[in-house]
């Protein structure tokens, strides 16, 4: 969700780890869960924004998670004061709160965050989700109903994807995307694909919030059950709000940065599989 070029990576044989939160318990759940992805990693447990920010000085910090709720302060105020420091200003900074749905909605949260995750998922889908941070290039099975009319941009974007072992199926309409959704479910293919792509403005008499509505409503697919992020340029906070309420999964900015499209698409699949795999 950030316009923050993530330039750096997760790579040193030792990353230092901030994690933020007032609560003792979740501090140690999500050490837990990052030692698991990153053995290892210097995981500084934090309890206040203050006692983070007296860290920076201390050396390069690569990952910080952080609660939006902070005794001493909002968690996008200590997020603002990161990258107000010169050498931690591309760093990933993930919110990790029960509250980013909320402020999502109200499009309170902005570009100082690279990245959100919501703690009702449950901290086995964090494990998947911070996977998409420290190995962001690994090969996935799962097919993407790709919607957009722009050829150029369609190649470049395909090829992002085709490259971590995405199938894609590029469409450059919604009505086109629609009529494989029906293809797919008059086959038994339910729901044809693990993921939908599209930009929100498209050439044809359907947009992408056209394309949302219709997979939700008319085919009836879960958030769960089939995710569908939405590609937009559009910065205005009440357009961004009515597609997350009509049902996005999530919301990829362009212009599109490569590693943080494929982060939020390989989340969304493991969620999905988890989810098609319980139900």
Do not use: W
């Not at 969700?1 to 990353?15: A, K, N, Q, V, Y």
């Not at 993407?144 to 490259?163: C, P």
């Not at 056209?210 to 409503?217: P, Q």
């Not at 879960?222 to 597609?243: R, W, Y």
Request: net charge negative; proline share 4%.
């Amino acid at each position: 969700m950030s316009d923050i070029s993530l330039t750096r990576h997760i790579s040193s044989d030792e990353p230092r780890v901030l994690v933020v939160d007032g609560s003792r318990v979740v501090r140690q759940l999500i050490e837990r869960v990052l030692k698991a992805e990153l053995p290892n990693a210097v995981v500084i447990g934090c309890g206040s924004g203050a006692d983070a920010l007296a860290q920076l000085p201390g050396g390069v910090i690569d990952l910080v998670t952080t609660s939006l709720r902070l005794p001493d302060m909002d968690g996008m105020q200590l997020a603002r004061a990161i990258r107000e420091s010169n050498s931690q200003a591309y760093i990933p900074i993930v919110v990790v709160s029960g509250d980013v749905q909320e402020r999502l909605l109200a499009r309170s949260l902005d570009g100082s965050v690279t990245d959100y995750f919501d703690k009702s998922l449950g901290f086995d889908a964090l494990a998947a989700f911070i996977r998409g941070y420290v190995h962001p290039v690994e090969r996935v099975d799962g097919s993407v109903l790709y919607v957009e009319d722009s050829r150029v941009v369609a190649l470049a974007t395909r090829r992002m994807m085709e490259k971590c072992g995405f199938t894609v199926s590029h469409v450059v309409s919604v009505e086109a995307a629609l009529d494989l959704l029906e293809t797919a479910r008059a086959e038994g293919r339910v729901p044809g694909y693990d993921l939908v792509l599209t930009d929100v403005s498209l050439k044809g008499d359907l947009s992408g919030g056209d394309l949302l509505d219709r997979v939700r409503n008319h085919f009836g697919y879960a958030k769960g059950e089939l995710p569908v992020l939405i590609m937009t340029g559009d910065d205005n906070p009440a357009n961004q709000s009515a597609l997350l309420r009509a049902g996005a999964n999530d919301l990829v900015h362009k212009p599109i940065e490569e590693r943080l499209l494929i982060t939020k698409l390989q989340f969304q699949l493991r969620v999905a599989q988890r989810s098609r795999a319980g139900a």
